[in-house]
């Protein structure tokens, strides 16, 4: 232990003294380490917004429905349970936001189109902290209150029906006897959203108004959550779950979207492998530059043995040597990874390819994000693998016998 | 020539494990190029397969706007004669003709609003795979019958089964208002949830009378043997539209825009990371070369005093490089190919790959396909990076002065 100071210095000397070497190698870790980072924020981005962007929709991170309504979304699977009762079951508990709601498929009207549309009855004030509904982009006005008898659209959606703010349109649905319920609203305002595709499908009204369109009385089909962070719903789950009885399922987001639920789980398991892949790459490099230190002072190695230095310190100075290269070239592309991608955090446009990224579920604007979690495992797997790369190298260098080391010549 | 060749083969061989190391980098690059990029060949083919062979086929004619739009109004007249003008014209029968309506389906006890196709029987199951999942029941069989097949999970929230009874509402052409009873006769299972609980599909003939169509559809869909064929199709079935009408035709890109962009969105990060990959391995290429130069000053200043010409020690450099890169690349290739090709019988899945796949139209497991492209698309521009790093070091030979590189070491 008393020899570390002198074999960090001695290591790092070393490193020097062939610094070109050294130089090339701690570029391609730079690039290496920068390359991880900027690439795992970048799909970290994704998929952070990609989950935000489907729990508005969804929305909420924990949800409660009636056990058939998920598989068959009919008003005929509607909660067991009146609004006020609900409003009395979650009055007491504290969530960042919760609401119930109306929400079934339903068949919206002009006097040119028809389409099919998801019609949610909500209230207005009770539903700020979901929606994507972008409320300042609203080209007229919001609902604004739960007996508004207007009706929000989205804007591609009036452009298929060919109409606009203050015309009319039929909205028909089930009722819970199965006729045909249909009935004429005003449009008070066209919502824009981030992805297309919403402004297609959903419709909004005032939640007592759907539920007397809907001859559905005090009743709603959906009841949702908003905890605090959506990678740790389990508190907001056992509290929802706490508060209702069997008649109901209590879903996590993930259980739902399973998509979504997949697509976070493959990116943990895809920014590993990437982390892992790259760092293979750089460990044939890595061997390949202590390999070549070790064989061009071979004599000095057996000099350094001879004069009564423990194999063991040779093996330490040229793992230490190895994590000297590892830890400059991880210092300077961590360094680059946060330069370019703090840049870029106010996101990147990408457009071109937005009707592809709505496939996959995203806006066509992408915002990196640097994750601390991230970069540490970065650095560390690479530290860890990087120790046990050079294991070999050292080992051999260790076990040299010094006569025949300090006599070889090249 | 020959003695260069064997100098720089003995040279490169001086230090095997050098040797081996920079070229295990190559090999370990290519091996993964080659199964990432053949996996992606596959994934993309059976992704725009999949995707086409459900409703959209290779090539389409419609009304301009319609593709976005979908608006009844924007037809394509005399639909059924157009189609048999084209399969004759053509000689080819994979040409149906569809009309498209959004109608409330409902059962005794649910109601659903659902996209309602108008089919032609006889060749529908020519052009798409709709037909041929049906799992229960029959398909379709005459065009004038008010018959309808479903998808499963529509079947199964309407509560019906074959011989059932449903009634079908929406408006028709005209905006007037169209109402037809069906009897379901066939239930398709496609494994798609979005497409079995959002489509049914009647004969044209009945559609054509339900709606008031007046013998109007919204799109004739035309398949060749293959996409390349298609694209061959093209102009010819451009030529062969009437010519007093305003119709397009739209080839599976224009059809389903979002699905090249997804490849391309896909590509572009997926190069981004083969670039890398090729980068780190130019950088220890570099490394091994400029050791190799350096450690050779001696040797190489006795040449120059010799009488060797710098350019010549430097194509010597170049050489022993070229033949690291190809050992690397015939290595990579022959490895690669070996693991591609195993995969591509075994298949290859990843857990949570099952539930992202089934977004995609794709199947659970993926199967790489090895092509020539595939095989040797990362490999050569892997061994094109080898090249470019050697020319650091062959352009420091030329710095070398004979007799001070002869006292060096």
């Known amino acids: ?150 009706i929000v659209i989205g804007k591609e959606l009036a452009d298929t029906l060919e109409t606009g703010v203050g015309k009319r349109i039929v909205l028909m649905s089930q009722d819970p006897d199965n006729d045909i319920a249909d009935r004429g609203f005003r449009i008070v305002g066209l919502f824009t959203a981030n992805m297309p595709n919403f402004e297609k499908s959903y419709v909004f009204v005032g939640k007592h108004t759907a539920q007397e369109f809907l001859h559905m009385g005090d009743t709603t089909t959906e009841a949702v959550f908003l905890g605090d962070d959506y990678r740790n719903v389990e508190p907001t789950w056992e509290r929802v779950s706490a508060a209702v009885d069997g008649g109901v399922v209590v879903s996590r987001w993930y259980e739902i979207d399973t998509y979504l639920g997949a697509m976070l789980k493959v990116m943990d398991g895809f920014v590993l492998v990437w982390v892992v892949v790259i760092f293979l790459a750089l460990s044939f490099g890595l061997v390949n530059t202590l390999v070549m230190a070790v064989f061009e002072r071979i004599r000095e190695i057996g000099l350094m043995l001879a004069l009564g230095m423990k194999p063991s310190s040779i093996l330490g100075q040229i793992i230490i040597e190895s994590m000297l290269l590892l830890l400059v070239g991880l210092t300077l592309g961590n360094l680059l990874a946060w330069a370019t991608v703090v840049p870029l955090e106010g996101g990147i446009d990408i457009s071109v390819v937005a009707k592809g990224m709505e496939m996959f579920g995203s806006g066509s604007v992408l915002y990196p994000k640097l994750m601390l979690k991230d970069v540490i495992l970065a650095d560390v797997v690479v530290l860890v693998l990087g120790f046990f790369a050079s294991l070999s190298p050292a080992w051999r260098a260790s076990r040299y016998e010094p006569v025949e080391a300090i006599t070889k010549v090249e | 020539m020959n003695i260069i060749f064997r100098l720089a083969w003995r040279n490169i061989w001086r230090h095997p494990r050098r040797t081996w190391l920079t070229a295990g980098a190559m090999v370990f690059s290519n091996v993964l190029l080659v199964f990432m990029i053949s996996l992606q060949v596959g994934m993309y083919a059976m992704m725009i397969d999949n995707t086409l062979q459900l409703f959209s086929g290779h090539m389409q004619v419609q009304a301009p706007g319609y593709n976005d739009e979908q608006k009844m109004r924007q037809i394509v007249p005399d639909v059924v004669p157009l189609a048999d003008k084209l399969r004759r014209s053509l000689g080819i029968d994979t040409v149906a003709a569809r009309a498209w309506a959004f109608g409330l389906v409902s059962s005794e006890e649910r109601t659903y609003g659902v996209g309602v196709f108008g089919v032609e029987p006889e060749f529908e199951p020519k052009v798409s795979n709709i037909p041929g999942l049906v799992e229960s029941g029959r398909y379709l069989s005459d065009s004038n019958a008010n018959e309808v097949v479903l998808g499963a999970v529509l079947a199964r929230n309407l509560r019906v089964g074959v011989g059932d009874e449903l009634t079908l509402l929406g408006s028709g052409r005209d905006g007037s208002f169209a109402a037809a009873i069906l009897t379901v006769v066939g239930i398709f299972e496609s494994g798609i949830t979005d497409v079995d609980r959002n489509f049914a ?192 070091p062959a352009i420091r030979l030329r710095r070398l002065h004979p007799v001070e590189a002869m006292r060096a070491n």
Not at chain 2, 265 to 271: G, P
Not at chain 2, 366 to 386: D, I
């Open chain 2, 201 to 392: 599909e009647i004969p044209l003939a009945y559609f054509q009378e339900t709606f008031y169509m007046d013998g109007a559809g919204h799109q004739v869909v035309i398949n060749g043997a293959s996409l390349d064929e298609a694209k061959l199709l093209e102009p010819k079935v451009k030529a062969l539209l009437p010519a007093d009408e305003d119709l397009v035709v739209l080839d599976w890109d224009a059809l389903q825009p979002g699905l090249k962009q997804m490849i391309q969105a896909d590509m572009s990060s997926a190069f981004f990371m083969y670039f890398i990959l090729v980068i780190l391995v130019a950088f220890s290429v570099l490394n091994t070369q400029l050791m190799s130069v350096l450690e050779r000053t001696h040797e190489f200043g006795v040449a120059l005093a010799l009488g060797l010409s710098a350019g010549r020690l430097g194509r010597l450099v170049l050489l022993e490089t070229a033949m690291m890169g190809l050992l690397g690349l015939v290595l990579g290739v022959i490895c690669g190919a070996l693991v591609t090709y195993w995969v591509s019988i075994n298949g290859f899945a990843y857990p949570g790959m099952d539930e992202m796949a089934a977004m995609f139209n794709l199947p659970d497991r993926m199967y790489p396909r090895v092509t020539l492209l595939s095989l040797s698309l990362g490999p050569s521009v892997v061994f094109l990076f080898t090249l470019l790093a050697a020319i650091y």
């Open chain 1, 1 to 150: 232990m008393r020899m570390l100071p002198v074999l960090f210095r001695l290591a790092w000397r070393y490193l020097w003294r062939n610094h070109r070497r050294t130089l090339i190698m701690v570029g391609a870790i730079t690039v290496g380490a920068w390359a991880m980072i900027f690439m795992t924020s970048l799909t970290r981005g994704m998929v952070d917004q990609m989950v935000k962007d489907g729990i508005s929709v969804l929305p909420g991170h924990v949800q409660v429905h009636n056990p058939d309504y998920l598989d068959d979304p009919s008003i005929a699977n509607r909660l067991p349970y009146t609004d006020t009762e609900l409003q009395q079951m979650f009055a007491n508990d504290k969530f960042r936001a919760w609401a119930s709601r109306v929400r079934v498929p339903a068949v919206v009207s002009s006097e040119r189109e028809s389409r099919g549309v998801t019609l949610l009855g909500i209230d207005p004030a009770a539903e700020r902290a979901f929606s994507f509904v972008d409320y300042d982009a609203v080209e007229g006005r919001f609902l604004d209150g739960p007996d508004d008898s207007g």
